[in-house]
T-cell receptor
Framework: NAGVTQTPKFQVLKTGQSMTLQCAQDMNHEYMSWYRQDPGMGLRLIHYSVGAGITDQGEVPNGYNVSRSTTEDFPLRLLSAAPSQTSVYFC?????????????FGQGTRLTVV | KNEVEQSPQNLTAQEGEFITINCSYSVGISALHWLQQHPGGGIVSLFMLSSGKKKHGRLIATINIQEKHSSLHITASHPRDSAVYICAVSKLSNTGNQFYFGTGTSLTVIP
């Protein structure tokens, strides 16, 4: 059981380049989300999904796109990278049953935009 | 205003000390979570609480729903406990299972 697999672990981009951060989970969770983590700030929600074919914006969605074609995969696309997108990105999946919920995180992607 | 406030932001302790990290939240929640993040590492879940108290080894987490407050205690702290501890709350709505995160408490335990 791999949990949440996030790739790549590290990436350097030039301003204006595009890329996709991959996220896959094998726990059949409905809920998946992307966060960015910046110094002095809590994790901030970029986009999330409540199931295949359903996505919505979080707190800081500008400059990012997502899609959810399958339950397992939730890629995050940077359309035209900017230095302000330098951050550590985490993908998470979670489940909810009454009285119990837990989030599982990927290992993170450290992205630098130069 | 952040929905989740943690204190202290930074904490240095001598090995063996009893440590407390506090968390207050302002939204209605389904559950409260304590997470651990080692430097350069991923995030792992330590506890999920919806009421009362839980204990795993030297770690104890409590929650007071009425006061919207939780504490994470570490007994007999050890250098390997050095990490960032993050308080998060989850709230189920018709738009998904939303998580709100505190900014974390950076703990350093000195041998």
């Amino acid at each position: 059981n791999a949990g949440v697999t996030q790739t790549p672990k590290f990436q350097v981009l030039k301003t204006g380049q595009s890329m996709t951060l991959q996220c896959a989970q094998d726990m059949n969770h409905e809920y998946m989300s992307w966060y960015r983590q910046d110094p002095g700030m809590g994790l901030r929600l970029i986009h999330y999904s409540v199931g295949a074919g359903i996505t919505d914006q979080g707190e800081v969605p500008n400059g990012y796109n997502v899609s959810r074609s399958t339950t397992e995969d939730f890629p995050l696309r940077l359309l035209s990278a900017a230095p302000s997108q330098t951050s550590v990105y985490f993908c998470a999946s979670s489940y909810y049953i009454p009285g119990n919920t837990e989030a599982f995180f990927g290992q993170g992607t450290r992205l630098t935009v130069v | 205003k952040n929905e989740v406030e943690q204190s202290p932001q930074n904490l240095t302790a001598q090995e063996g000390e009893f440590i407390t990290i506090n968390c207050s939240y302002s939204v209605g929640i389904s559950a409260l979570h304590w997470l651990q993040q080692h430097p350069g590492g991923g995030i792992v879940s330590l506890f999920m609480l919806s009421s009362g108290k839980k204990k795993h080894g030297r770690l104890i987490a409590t929650i007071n729903i009425q006061e919207k407050h939780s504490s994470l205690h570490i007994t007999a702290s050890h250098p390997r406990d050095s990490a960032v501890y993050i308080c998060a709350v989850s709230k189920l709505s018709n738009t998904g299972n939303q998580f709100y995160f505190g900014t974390g408490t950076s703990l350093t335990v000195i041998p």
